[in-house]
């Protein structure tokens, strides 16, 4: 009896059901898997994961022919909460592995986790596209334990959504197509970034004269002169397009010449007019992507390709997403004029560039920040020292959601990877809901970045409750001689962003793992909790409650406060602008061009460039000059996640912005009970309803973008 399943609902502890000696009882040290103890991190080990996983992975093959097979009863308690119990336990074996890899990198985490990340993958596709356990879950959604229970209804519904954009609904030979088609949009993505590499890498920029340096930070000098010496070249600097290279040129190049050649070879990159010649043209590489992808919405059934993207969204469809961004655009429109109309008037009286072009837009602004806006970084960080930050996060969410944290000291031994991380407990009225680690100082074993990792997700078991453990990595500098590491602005709202994602996963109150925490969350929907946390990174009384400068323990003057303020909104209408022209351009070509013929791929990719010209006509106040290629250089659509879905961004931005908002016409007297709210009507729901469904029921109705226009200072006097 050691199927997943009776591991799940067994009345003792999970790891004791296990036989004694396996490899699973190995490499999860016993308790790594149970749904109660602390995750022991302190004893993983890379030799254990390759029989562990295959171990794990047979169990839940196991498992999956077991529950899919006629005899097995169709109810939730028969089908999902057995597979969902084996698939469960080597999610999180395997995100255990890919934690270790990010946190703790060597050799031998690298070789454990190559060895079973294609045998990982090949499970988890083979499991989205299992007939048998499609025509299983259909017939899940009637069943008696699965009606009436919103949560569970939700998770069938997600799933089923799922398999039908998978394809799963067509007759075998449109399975077919449908399977190429994907096959060969792999590949295409692959090579989208592969020839915007290659171009990217094909120019240089090569500076004869040292004197046509000027302005350029001197450790970009030292890396372009390393880059010459590199290369064999006796030039005092070669800069690459990369963009360590390329933002320091545009932005301090005083030599005008250098930032327009610099900026000319990028924004041709991997065109027809790119410096290297035609080779890596991406034009019929995007138009061959776009037409596939229309052609796969036709076969299931959608109108075009942005309602396939928006079926799995909280945006109900492209129109919306349209008028959305127009009215975005409207109404940053009138500040991004005035910022562009001061940006001209400071480079003609203060730098005598007149007309202002492309290639000095970066450089003026940097110019006119550093002249009216600028504020030392490391003056503000001396302000941050992280036990005061923690303080301060932690008293804000006591008063918010009533939620207590406190250090978990007397572990011995601690069950963590590494000495520099702390273990909290999670408690909210009097009951411990979950647990959080936090790992903040960068170390050379670790990855770059910020971001919150989901240990274990909250999930009713037959016997006893799951509670959620959230891990939360971070890459701040490391406190040295007796002094505690300070923070920079950007780190701590870095800090509060994860922190909000840590509440969304800890502070659920749904009951089945499919749809607790933020799992199942619509994608457009999983930053409102951590953009929203970002805000009080931005509230006076909140941020001057949590600094204490480092030597003298005085709080943030408020002068340098409000110099932060302003720096914050310096030129916001003009970056609203290119983040709406950029949004409005992926949603247009993927509702508007349905018909494309992936027979003639180079048509397509002027059909694309065409839709650009108009958007940026409509949207942009800065037109940038006729050879610039944008959209070939554009991945995030064409090579990663973000088909008819970079609006995201923004629309993200407005639900924190809007809920936020609520907090403020309330006053800090009444956080508290808006707090409660919002805990009640988002947090507590992860996905267990759609997310507008929760966020009317937060606000009272459905989001507006006043707020995040009033924050981001473009707010218009009516
Ligand atoms: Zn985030």
Partial sequence: MNTPADLSTSSTPAHEAIQPGTAIDNLLAGAYLAADALPPYHLLNPQQVAPAIDALIAQAQA???????????????????????????????????????????????????????????????????????????????QAPDVLGHPAREKAIANSLRDFRLGGAELEPEAQQAFAEMSARLAALAQKFSEQLLDSTNASLVVVDDAARLQGIPEPVRAAAKAEAEKRGLSAPAVFTLQQPSLIPVLQFATDRALREEIYSKNARRASELAEEGPSHDNTPVMGEILALRQAQARLLGFANAAETSLAAK????????????????????????????????????????????????????????????????????QYFPLPSVLNGLFSIVKTLFGVEIRPLLALAPAPVWHNDVQVFEVRRS?????????????????RGGAWMDDSRGRRQLRSRLQKPVALLTCNFAAPTDGKPSTL???????????????????????????????NGVEWDAVELPSQFMENFCWEWDTLHGMTAHVDTGAP?????????????????????????????????????????????????GIAIAKVLAEVRDEVAVIQPPAFNRFAQSFSHIFAGGYAAGYYSYKWAEVLSADAYAAFEEAGPSQYSIVGEKFWREILSRGGSRPAMESFQAFRGRPPKPDALLRHNGLAQAA
């Fill in 63 to 141: 498992c999956l022919n077991a529950v899919v097979s006629a005899e097995t009863p169709t109810t939730w308690e028969s089908v999902m909460a057995p597979l969902t119990s084996a698939t469960e336990r080597l999610g999180r074996a395997w995100s255990a592995v890919h934690h270790m890899g990010g946190v703790m990198d060597s050799p031998e985490w690298r070789e454990a986790t190559n060895s079973r990340l294609e045998a990982v993958t090949r499970f988890w596709s083979a499991l989205a596209q299992d007939p048998r356990l499609y025509a299983k879950i259909k017939l899940l959604a």
């Fill in 314 to 381: 909280m945006a109900d469809s492209p129109q919306t997403v349209v008028g959305f961004l127009r009215d975005l655009a409207q109404k940053a429109r009138p500040s991004a004029e005035k910022d562009l109309a001061e940006l001209k008037a400071f480079s003609r009286q203060e730098l005598g560039l007149d007309p202002l072009a492309p290639w000095d837009i970066s450089y003026a602004s940097e110019k006119l920040r550093q002249s009216r806006y600028a504020f030392s970084e490391e003056e503000v960080r």
């Fill in 430 to 446: 009097g009951d411990t809901v979950g647990h959080l680690y936090l790992d903040l100082y960068a170390r050379a074993t670790k």
């Fill in 488 to 518: 920079t602005h950007d780190d701590v709202i870095t800090l509060f962003h994860e922190f909000g994602h840590g509440l969304h996963h800890l502070l659920t109150q749904v009951d089945d793992l499919e749809v607790s925490g933020i």
């Fill in 556 to 604: 943030l003057p408020r002068d340098l406060y409000d110099r932060m303020v302003a720096a914050k909104n310096f030129q916001s209408g003009l970056f609203m602008l290119r983040q709406v022209e950029f949004s409005l351009f992926d949603m247009r070509i993927h509702a508007e061009l349905a018909n494309l013929s992936s027979e003639n791929p180079e048509q397509a």
